[in-house]
């Protein structure tokens, strides 16, 4: 069975630019639409990229600041100045 | 942009847990963290914890106050709005009277917890990184009470919650659970909440839930939920950051980890068969079955984690299969336990309406239409007739986890299950094999089991009958209990719909 890597994000406007930059930068994700929340899940791994996000938001983004609309998720956590990953890689 | 005169994130979390440890002098280590060794788990090196999310303090109180300033104008704005009037249906609010008075608490019973671990492990990655789950706990239960204390003006059952929760048969269930974990070790207890609950089975009580709560526009509880859910990202690489250590730090370590982790798997599941029938019965606007719940999250999530720590010799839970084949059941066999004994819970029951059992035969192809629509046509006509069928006997309850024994065996749902053993002389009860074997382990701390039914025959609850026992509850009798149709709450919902209508003209 593919491992499943997923984000699970709150369908807000301070979400939106981060679930666009997954979409655009992970070929084959998969998404789940929920009442107030998107499921985003992508096999072995799944990563959101700073400087995507920062390109839509049109300013300076800070990974860690994905807290305050992050759901939930699944896989190892990776998380440094320029991405947060999810993956079940090792 | 990461300037370069700032601080990596990696130094940062560095600077902010290297050197908080030191080697004690005026006591031996032994004393000054003396809950540590007595569980088995061997730590070689607690340099090597690794927290993925490594948050300082100063980002998480940034980001903490920007949370709790989002919730609070959401608050303040339903309240504004009367939200209170645009939620889907009046029953409704039993969602939040079961929530506040059963897992609220809870919130609460993490942040000691986590206190407690947060001083008592000797490693300052895992200790700061528990003192901030303890924070958080504490803030989950405080955005609840604020919460629903709107509610709490127009609907009954939420008023005394604190008290029912230390009282009231059915909220024995997640309180024991918690209090078995707070009487566990530091480890056993990093294992049964920040792992096995955290990891495993937190997103089938938030996310569907939660996303519930959005599609019956009760668009506080959604925020408080969200809120809470965003923390319990961190919690979630928390519980799963310390499974690795223990199991990456001494070969020794993992008999004693599987061992917790088929514990508190089983325990947890058995809980969670509340938030099943809130799913399944209880959500007038449904979002996913409770079947479709655990497919996503324990089969799919589980499967692909287990398949990970595979790498480690740790296996799938113990009865996980039996688990599985239990979510096409749990939520009828449970709304079936609560409609029986209405008169003693603090929220309403009702039998589902055409609509509602169509979505269930639908949810349900291999179980409802044979095993359950049948009984809630039956209970329905008996309604009708004037026959409401309530269940006077008070039941047996399970040792382990203190659920009325209505469980059926695996694979015949028409046989109830019933397991159980002797201990110095005296028998002891169980629901399932999984709860048999977690008393079997440990019958000197669950002989101590505080078992509502027992404790009503005892003496210890009020009094002999069942409305003594009610009074002790704080039940407003007539309001808090019974049915939906003909309680107060469905007469205040009918009078805010007629004046809706009324004013549409």
Redesign the interface.
Known sequence: ?A????I?L?QNDDARPIIDAIMADNPGVRV?N????V?LDCDGKITVN?ASVEERLGR?W?P??I????????????????HFTLS?R? | MSGTKKLALRQRYEYLTRGLDWETTYQPMDKVFPYDSFEGIKIKDWSAWEDPFRLTMDSYWKFQAEKERKLYAVLDSFAQNNGQTTISDGRYANVLKLFLTGISPEEYQAHRGFAFTGRHLRGAGARVAAQMQSLDELRHLQTQVHTISHYNKYFDGIAEWPLMHDRVWYLSVPKSFFDDARSAGPFEFMIAIGFAFEYLLTNLLFVPFMSGAAYNGDMSTVTFGFSAQSDESRHMTLGIEIIKFLLEQHPDNLPIVQKWVDKWFWRGHRLLGIVAMMMDYMLPKKVMSWKEAWDIYFVEAGGALFQDLGRYGLKMPKYADIATAEAEHISHQNWAVFYQYTHAAAFHTWMPDNEHLDWLSEKYPNTFDKYYRPRWEMWAKMEKEGKRFYNPALPQLCQTCQIPMAYTEPGDPTTICFRSTQYKGDTYHFCSDGCKDIFCDEPEKFVQAWLPVHQIFQGNCGGATVPDVLKWYHMNVGADNMDYVGSPDEKLWNEWHAEKLRQAG
């Open positions: 069975m491992q499943v890597a997923s699970t709150m789940l929920m009442p107030g929340a499921k700073r300076p800070d860690q600041e807290q305050l609309v992050l759901v939930s998720m699944a896989g190892n956590l990776d998380e440094d100045d320029d079940w090792h």
